[in-house]
């Protein structure tokens, strides 16, 4: 006989699972998109109950998500619901899992947009930078360049976090960019909080810049910040420079990027970067990873050839 819990609608089991589990455990950001999932359901399959949740009724909701959507945000949208479903299942109020061999579907993507410069490219990019004396956002294009700090890390760092002696930066909070009201708030992980090592100039550079600054307030805030202003900024000087427009974030991208082909490890590069696993690195600069593959296999091949 089937329990009365099981009869609930899925999307309103899904919203008290998020309340349960969720709320309060994962960053504002995040929870924002398991509101996102809970209002896709309720679109896609509002009078879906729990108890008719399997492999036919689950696959068709994933089918019907992807129509509008690509195949990793689709896999996104599978994570969120599989971690509720599967809980459902402990609980007994599903008798099968219904995600068991479920298949990923999505639209073609577009036209991607560049996420990344190559080395020339970047430099002509910091040659159209107007580096003065007063605090602007092309200090922080600079300091994201040089760095390869997430957007929000790099705008919560203030004097402190700078040990010019030793070179180094310490990465220990992020800023609330998002609320109206800003403030400080914890990195992204563990992982994320970090002793980033900076070159002698940047440091030459940075001392100069911030040494009549209040020490434990932000460098770059001065009243509300949008990513919008930023990236419009950098993509000005990418006009400029007549280079590929990137993001705020592809600025991030670039700085990963050209230290593997400088040939840093990917352990390093995630240590760098604040990832939480080496297999974040590997997934998210695959083409870079395929690409360094390849020049590898050629210097096997000229070696090889050489022993006879």
């Known amino acids: ?103 990923i579907k999505g639209k073609q993507p577009g036209n991607k947009k560049p996420k990344f410069l190559n080395q020339f490219e970047l430099h002509a990019l910091l040659n159209q930078l107007e580096l003065t004396e007063k605090v602007t956002w092309d200090w922080l294009i600079l300091l994201i360049a040089k760095t390869g700090l997430r957007f929000s890390e790099a705008l919560a760092i203030t004097p402190e976090d700078f040990d010019f002696s030793r070179q180094l930066l310490t990465i220990s909070k992020t800023w609330n960019y998002k609320s109206v009201n800003g403030g400080f708030q914890p990195t992204k992980n563990q992982s994320s909080k970090r002793k980033v090592p900076i070159d002698w100039q940047t440091v030459m550079q940075f001392s100069q810049l911030v040494k009549k600054l209040p020490s434990n307030k932000p460098i770059f805030i001065k009243s509300r910040v949008f990513n919008s202003t930023v990236n419009s900024c950098l993509s000005k000087h990418c006009k400029n420079a007549s280079i590929p427009i990137i993001s705020i974030h592809g600025l991030r991208h670039t700085h990963a990027s050209l230290l593997l082909f400088a040939g840093v490890s990917i352990a390093s590069v995630a240590r760098r970067l604040g990832h939480s696993n080496m297999t974040t690195t590997q997934q998210t600069y695959l083409h870079v990873i395929h690409e360094l593959e390849n020049q590898d296999n050629d210097k096997i091949m000229r070696h090889l050839a050489t022993l006879y």
């Open 1 to 103: 006989m089937m329990s009365k819990k099981s009869e609930e609608l899925f999307h309103e089991y899904f919203i008290e699972w998020v309340e349960m589990y969720k709320y309060g455990a994962v960053r504002s950001i995040t929870l924002r998109k398991y509101y996102v999932t809970h209002k896709k359901i309720v679109e896609l399959a509002p009078k879906l109950a729990l108890s008719e949740l399997n492999r036919r009724s689950y696959q068709k909701l994933l089918n019907d998500y992807a129509l509008t959507h690509e195949k990793q945000t689709t896999m996104d949208f599978h994570h969120q619901l599989k971690g509720a479903i599967l809980d459902a299942l402990d609980e007994k109020l599903i008798s099968r899992d219904p995600t068991r061999k479920v298949v």
